[in-house]
């Protein structure tokens, strides 16, 4: 058990890697993972089951603490991260598929991966949690209205079938997840260890499928849209953290805003795009899987080698939290 946990452990901090590996192959031989488009909603379910199993109550703790400044989090991630995609959709006069993949993508609540990359920038990880599980609560009602006034202009969106959507993939595994945890207690620690590689192995699998399904249209647009990811997340973390400059958030809090409003999560809306729209529309979720997390990793060792200007909060243990 301790080998697959360190396994598992080593998977999740090379997460990166792997999705750009497999993305690659499936590019070059989609034959190999075309068949696994029937099991992306699936697979996104136990990553958000596992997401799930390590939340606490204590996650909520920093709301109750400061409540004005998750707020101002959850706010700006949902503010911004769909403003710039639906702006960047007019200025590149996107294609349908493609402008509703981008705004879905940008309507989606933080990522996971924004606690790991949280930590590891030495940001206050107590609000990057505090703000990712709100997000991911208010995604039923938000995600869904966000991309309805959005995207409905390039093509149809219906709220009803996005909001159940996502309390079938998002909010009621996640709520099984924490019953199970609740009721199996320390039982659940050895699953907790190996979800990780879980939670890899289901989003390299989305992403695979995603890119095997529209490997064409990749091949003709792909340059296009990496660039309106990459500006996509850019303009998310650089807005982020002008966000709590503006509001005279402590540094610490500031690299928490930055990198919760600029992480996505992709894998959600690689299996909402998926399910509703094309393959093609699911291309900006599955380029932004892969790309957040070098750009994330790259902009928290930045941030590690800023000096806080107030006492660094308190280090909590590094999250075993599914990457996304």
């Given amino acids: 058990m301790r080998a697959l946990a360190a396994l598992s452990r080593f998977v999740g901090n090379t997460f990166a890697y792997w999705v750009l590996l497999f993305a690659v192959v499936a590019f ?76 879905l993508v940008g309507c989606c609540p933080s990522g996971t991966a924004s606690n790991v990359m949280t930590w590891l920038a030495k940001g206050d990880l107590a609000l990057s949690v ?5 997000t991911t609560l208010l995604a039923p009602l938000l995600t869904p209205a966000l991309i309805w006034l959005l995207a409905s202009a390039w093509l149809p969106v219906s709220f009803a079938d996005l909001f159940w959507s996502i ?11 924490v019953a199970a945890q609740r009721l199996l207690g320390e039982r659940t620690r050895l699953a907790v260890d190996v979800l990780p590689l879980v939670s890899v192995v289901s989003i390299v699998l989305i992403v695979s499928a995603v890119v095997a399904a529209s490997q064409a249209k990749i091949a003709e647009s792909g340059l296009l849209i990496m660039a309106v990811v990459i500006l996509h997340n850019s303009f998310g973390f650089l807005l982020g953290y002008f966000t709590g400059k503006v509001f005279k958030l402590p540094l610490a809090q500031r690299k928490s805003l930055a990198l919760e409003v600029g992480m996505q999560n992709s894998g959600l809306g690689a299996a909402l795009a998926s399910a509703h729209f094309s393959p093609l529309a699911a291309v900006p979720s599955a380029l932004f899987s892969v790309w957040h997390n070098i750009s994330g990793a790259l902009l928290a060792t930045w941030f590690r080698r800023m000096e806080d200007d107030v006492v660094a909060p308190v280090e909590l243990e590094k999250p075993a939290q599914p990457l996304s």
């Fill in 130 to 134: 505090a703000i990712a599980a709100v």
């Fill in 167 to 177: 309390l079938q993939v998002v909010l009621l595994p996640i709520v099984l997840g």
């Fill in 28 to 103: 070059f031989v989609p034959s190999w993972f075309i068949g696994l488009k029937v099991a992306i909603v699936p697979l996104l379910g136990v990553v958000m089951f596992g997401m799930g199993l390590t939340l606490k109550l204590d996650d909520f703790a920093e709301v109750a603490r400061h409540p004005w400044r998750v707020a101002l989090g959850v706010v700006a991630h949902f503010v911004i991260m769909p403003g710039v995609a639906w702006l960047l959709c007019q200025l590149f006069q996107l294609p349908p598929e493609i402008a509703v993949g981008v705004i």
